[in-house]
């Protein structure tokens, strides 16, 4: 796993004033948590943006970096964080520190690589999982796992149970989950059975004359004998 880190600076100024002031001088109010314990910090902006590239994510886990505490081996991610939902802007940061050592659970993105062989033929790959929670150590943790589609056929499922995983990660939650799956268009399907229900009918429509035939030329040898 490749080393990253994030400096926090300690912050005694609380409320929403104070938080405004320090997003004015460039910094993310946060708290840094565990076990327990928190401690209210900030964050550099630009820091905090240059370590996760616009994209935050539970699976990245960094050394903490602080004057206060230049000797401390300690390490975090970020369990939550909140954003202004017009401006996009970080408001505020959840840090979870963690124990070398200590085994955690945290939410890891799946990458979907490859296309589908059931793609190429006209079918539809559907994802209906996009992340799992995992349980490892944090020297184990991967920033994403990916999964190999390219193999998937139509009327192939992948499943959990299927993800190959390094190890001493292990994936929470239920291994028949499915992942992703390759299907027919629903049009398709549509017009598959729209069709077959119009054969359907025109093959009992053809029935139905059949036995209307048989039973007007019953009637004409009846009336032919009478003669």
């Known amino acids: 796993m490749e080393a990253k880190s994030l400096t926090i600076e300690p912050r005694t100024d609380l409320g929403k004033n104070a938080c405004n002031r320090i997003r004015s001088n460039g910094f993310i109010p946060a708290v840094l948590y565990s076990h327990g314990e928190s401690e209210v910090v900030q964050i550099p ?30 390490m975090a991610y970020v369990k939550d964080y909140q954003m202004d939902p017009i401006s996009g802007e970080i408001l505020h940061v959840d840090l979870f520190r963690v124990t070398r050592g200590e085994k955690i659970h945290t939410h890891v993105p799946l990458e979907f690589v490859g296309t589908p062989k059931g793609v190429k033929m006209g079918g539809i790959l559907e994802i209906e999982i996009r992340g799992v929670e995992v349980e490892c150590l944090p020297r184990d943790l991967p920033e994403r796992i990916q999964i190999d589609v390219s193999e998937m056929e139509i009327g192939d499922s992948f499943h959990v149970s299927n993800v190959a995983l390094a190890e001493g990660v292990r994936i929470m939650g239920n291994p028949d989950s499915t992942i992703a799956s390759v299907h027919v268009p629903k049009v398709v399907v549509e017009k598959v059975e729209e069709a077959a229900a119009v054969e359907g009918e025109a093959a009992a429509e053809g029935e139905a004359k059949e036995p209307k035939k048989a039973a007007e030329g019953e009637e004409k040898s009846e009336k032919g004998k009478e003669k």
């Open 45 to 74: 902006r630009k820091e905090f943006f240059k370590l996760f590239k616009g994209r935050i994510s539970e699976s990245v886990i960094f050394d903490i970096q602080s004057k206060e505490q230049k000797d401390a081996d300690r």
